[in-house]
């Protein structure tokens, strides 16, 4: 069965370096994960990442730019994203049968994000795009950011809504207290980037972006980010919402989900219960969440779904979803 892993991270040497330039690592600690092991596994492209795809059982990665991405860039970013979207695409080209790709986006001007995405859907057939949360101090649905979300919608593009490391002024009232790497951990994997990527998307929701847009389609990783585990509390805002639809609705209709290697067959049930077996993906969150021990394919062959509904996550929701036949 074809296993396609939609949200599969790489770097460039250049983007490394623009981070470096403006001093990134003093203010998003998150830079210090993309060292040793992980750098090695995230700057190749070639031979090794598909020697640890097939040891995992992955037919196709999906490549996206790791967090924080360009996110905290200026109007240098608009060069930058093309080249980096020019290099993938060339990498998808040399593998056509293991890599696809999520657009890269120079997302501090956007209207030219958008223009790029369209680009790199209808010229270098890119899947979609992949966002990480706050643009400077703009929540994603903000209206300066509305382009962006108009030409994926209008593309059909979905939109892997990535987790990023909560603004300083959060982590000093929630995340701080304790030894420096309890703080970085805390704030970052342990749980403040996931809060932080799980509140991106109910900003989006009760901003009503999807009543505007109601094609839009948006991906959220770890079984999402939280969200699902307090679908029932998010049921409260219904009454004071003024929304077109009950939240529910959003979350059956906009919203696909996907494992980036948590392989946990219960919180694989619970997702299916929110938004439907038809809306599950699979991931492996690589390099970061890499295991050895064919863990891709393991968990898949043992997570509980009928054998049409697993065809669906290994594969045929992507697919579908991409307009891939």
């Given amino acids: 069965m074809k296993l396609i892993g939609i949200e599969e991270h790489f770097l460039t040497d250049e983007i490394h ?3 470096n330039a403006i001093g990134l690592e003093a203010v998003d600690p998150s830079m210090a994960f993309h060292s040793g092991t992980f750098e090695v596994r995230l700057l190749d492209l070639a031979e090794d990442r598909l020697a640890l795809m097939d040891e995992t059982g992955l037919d196709v990665q999906v490549l996206s730019l790791t967090s924080p991405m360009l996110h905290d860039l200026g109007p240098e970013s ?3 994203a093309r080249r980096t979207n020019d290099a993938i695409a060339a ?3 040399r593998h056509p049968e293991r ?3 999520l657009a890269t986006l120079p997302v501090a001007m956007p209207d030219e994000a958008a223009l790029e995405l369209e680009r790199c859907i209808k010229v270098l057939g890119f899947k979609g795009t992949m966002l990480c949360g706050r643009v400077g101090t703009r929540n994603l649905d903000h209206s300066t950011l509305s382009p962006i979300f108009q030409s994926a919608e209008a593309l059909g593009a979905p939109i892997l809504l990535h987790p990023r490391t ?6 000093a009232a929630y995340y701080s207290g304790f030894t420096p790497e309890v703080d970085i951990g805390f704030a970052t994997v342990g749980l403040g980037w996931h809060y932080d990527a799980g509140i991106q998307f109910i900003r989006l929701v009760l901003a009503g972006v999807f009543d505007r847009m109601p094609g839009l389609q948006v991906i959220l990783g770890h079984w999402g980010e939280l969200v699902l585990f307090y679908a029932e509390r998010l049921a409260v805002m219904d009454h004071v919402s003024k929304l077109a639809h009950p939240i529910a609705h959003y979350l059956r209709n906009n919203l696909y989900i996907t494992a980036s290697g948590m392989f946990l067959p219960h919180y694989l049930e619970r997702a299916a219960g929110v938004v439907g077996t038809d809306r599950l993906l699979f991931s492996t969150d690589f390099p970061y969440q890499y295991r ?3 863990d891709a394919r ?3 062959e043992n997570c509980g779904l009928t054998e049409q509904d697993k ?3 290994a594969h045929g929701n992507w697919m579908q979803l991409t307009g891939e036949k």
């Fill in 78 to 80: 608009l060069d930058l």
């Fill in 166 to 171: 909560p603004e300083l002024a959060v982590r």
């Fill in 99 to 101: 890599f696809q790709a």
């Fill in 17 to 19: 370096r623009a981070w």
């Fill in 91 to 93: 990498v998808v080209a």
């Fill in 298 to 300: 393991r968990f898949l």
């Fill in 311 to 313: 065809a669906g996550l």
């Fill in 292 to 294: 050895p021990g064919h």
